[in-house]
């Protein structure tokens, strides 16, 4: 998961798989369309009234008129914790474009009164924002809302409220708590206490919040020493009551619950919507998974109003793109204006204007090059993200002797099912070396993507498994998706899988993640504990959507492990309460991986 102020934290964990959550949004780059001139005046802190007496802080922007009674004019509006001002220049640019925009800091942050709960109050809250602007004198009555993460969670927040003045929204890189934050699947991060730092108190914490070196040192050295997970806001300096809250949530339950929509709600939002998110995004699961909820429970008038785009971007490109994350290269057609595009949906949805050229049908997803120079990617289309990610081919795990533990001892992934075998690593949480030779170095954020650190650190404590060559240029596009077949010594564990193309002259780009622990294998709401030498079933199917044209000649690598990394949560493998775990709970755990006529261990991959 990743992230850095104002993009997206990157900080490398050792599994490729980012720490998602919600930071700010860059301001436009030279490259997105600013205001030519000043065609707006503002109205700094306008009080918002909540039903419960709070007041939200906003600042208006308002489209400039010669007129002495200016028209009305449909409002955008951003509900954010980063401090209104942090959207300055993009609110600059839609009053310069004939739309009210409102910057409005969520209650407990910036100037607005209240106390900061992330994720709990802006569906109300959202609601009466929204009935308070279409009400004012400069609106006509029309309302969206703009913005990407903790933005884009709290646009379907509101909508599932349903305000009768809401007109549209564009959720990007909508974060979807808890599948992708505060946990990744039920699996903790320590990049909670960097977000909750960044989110203290009213003011900005945007120095302290970027400052890697600082976060890096604190999280290896609480590795190290197996201070409880619990402990690790005071570990940081800074104890958390929001923190230590969503320790008591460890699981989806009703607390998460009350935050996103329920089917009903789904079936009777009935607003366009489009929804923006990205292959490298770190809440790419979060904004996959509120589509596909919205679609499969919406009407065919409905769906044909929600429009899905996934570029090839990070966390902050689904905003402010980019031509490349990470060392992987995108090219120039990936470089959208996404100011222009939110413009023309605006213009669309409220103002009866064409509807956006770029949007030729439901899905617009970018296939990435060959290679990693980013020439002759192409934007691409498609009917439906279901059809888009159908019929995938089933390559099964096998293994030479049981030796797959490593990049040069690698088992081998076949169409071919194999009819016996297993492969072996061992998890020793008392092992620091991952954490210290990988996690604890300088992340090198430019690379992450294609660095083999991690890949080529594994041994005992891993397997690795690649295809044959490929013979031709193959493209890649849909979810994939891996079973295995486990048995563990340990009542649980946590697993860990990666994805990755290997060109021909060695390169490698990193193209999918997931992470799993043990018991919740059948349901994220309910745990069931491992009994030794039981063969369970894990299924690692996120939904991630990957599009990339395979080079010739490239190999597929899978790498299957347990984190170990200064990231995430470690689990002892106890079966105790994970977050309260220390080294006296440590137990080294014996994974197997199966692959025999009944456990046939495979990986699902989207091959044309």
Not at 12 to 19: K, R
Not at 396 to 424: I, M
Not at 518 to 528: D, F, M, T, V
């Amino acid at each position: 998961m990743n992230r850095i102020p104002f993009v997206s934290i990157l900080l490398f964990a050792s599994n490729s798989l980012w720490a998602q959550t919600p930071p700010p949004a860059p301001s436009p780059s030279p490259k997105e369309s600013p205001p030519a001139t000043v065609e707006y005046d503002t109205r700094w802190g306008a009080k918002i009234p909540m039903r419960d007496k709070v007041e939200l802080n906003a600042t208006l922007y308002l489209p400039k008129s010669k007129e002495q009674t200016p028209p009305k004019t449909p409002v955008i509006f951003t509900l954010t914790p980063y401090i209104s001002d942090t959207y300055h220049s993009r609110a600059a640019y839609f009053a310069s474009h004939g739309y009210a925009f409102a910057l409005v800091d969520v209650r407990g942050r910036g100037n607005s009164s209240g106390e900061f709960e992330p994720f709990a109050n802006e569906a109300r809250d959202g609601y009466d924002v929204v009935e308070w602007l279409a009400r004012q004198p400069f609106c006509d009555g029309k309302v969206a809302m703009w913005g990407g993460s903790y933005a884009g969670f709290d646009q379907w927040a509101t909508a599932k409220e349903l305000p009768p003045h809401l007109a549209a929204i564009v959720p990007a890189a909508a974060a979807h708590p808890p599948l992708d934050y505060p946990s990744y699947n039920n699996v903790g991060m320590t990049y909670d206490m960097q977000w909750f730092t960044l989110t203290s108190g009213r003011a900005a914490q945007n120095n302290l919040f970027g400052d890697q070196k600082f976060w890096r040192t604190k999280f290896l050295e609480a590795y190290k020493k197996h201070i409880a997970f619990k402990s690790l806001d005071s570990f940081v300096g800074n104890p958390s009551v929001n923190f230590q809250r969503i320790l008591k949530h460890p699981m989806a339950d009703a607390y998460y619950d009350a935050m996103v929509p329920t089917i009903d709600q789904f079936k009777k939002i009935t607003l366009p919507i489009l929804t923006i998110t990205g292959q490298y995004d770190g809440d790419e699961l979060g904004a996959l998974t509120f589509y596909r909820d919205h679609i499969a429970n919406a009407s065919p008038e409905t769906r044909a109003k929600h429009f899905l785009i996934i570029g090839p971007w990070d966390h902050a490109g689904t905003r402010t793109p980019t031509d490349e994350a990470a060392g992987v290269k995108f090219g120039s057609a990936s470089m959208l204006d996404l100011n222009d595009l939110h413009r023309q949906w605006y213009d669309w949805t409220m103002k009866n204007g064409p509807k956006p050229e770029f949007l030729k049908n439901q899905v617009v997803y970018y296939l990435l090059a060959p290679g990693n120079t980013g020439a002759n990617g192409e934007w691409k289309y498609a009917d439906s993200l279901e059809a888009l990610t159908a019929n995938p081919r089933t390559f099964y795990l096998d293994s030479k002797n049981g030796d797959a533990n490593g990049v040069f001892r690698s088992g081998s992934l076949s169409e071919k099912q194999p009819s016996e075998g297993s492969d072996s690593f061992t998890y020793d949480p008392l092992d620091t070396t991952r954490g210290e030779t990988v996690d604890g170095i300088d992340p090198k954020e430019k690379i992450a993507h294609i660095n083999q650190s991690y890949a080529l650190s594994i041994g005992n404590d891993g397997l690795v498994y690649h295809t044959e060559p490929l013979p031709n240029e193959t493209p890649l596009i849909g979810c994939p998706l891996l079973t295995l077949w486990v048995s563990i010594d340990t009542p649980d564990t946590d697993l860990s899988a990666d994805l990755y193309e290997i060109q021909p002259d060695g390169t490698s780009i990193w193209l999918w993640s997931d992470l799993r622990r043990l018991r919740y294998r059948e349901s994220l709401r309910q745990e069931k504990l491992v009994k030794p030498g039981e063969i369970v079933r894990c299924d690692f199917n996120p939904g991630l959507f990957v599009a990339r044209r395979l080079m010739k000649g490239s190999r597929v690598r899978v790498v299957v492990s347990s984190p170990n990394s200064i990231l995430w949560q470690k689990n002892y493998n106890s079966g105790g309460v994970v977050a309260e775990e220390t080294a006296k709970d440590a137990r080294t755990c014996y994974v197997q991986i199966h692959h025999d006529a009944a456990h046939a261990s495979a990986i699902q991959l989207p091959l044309r």
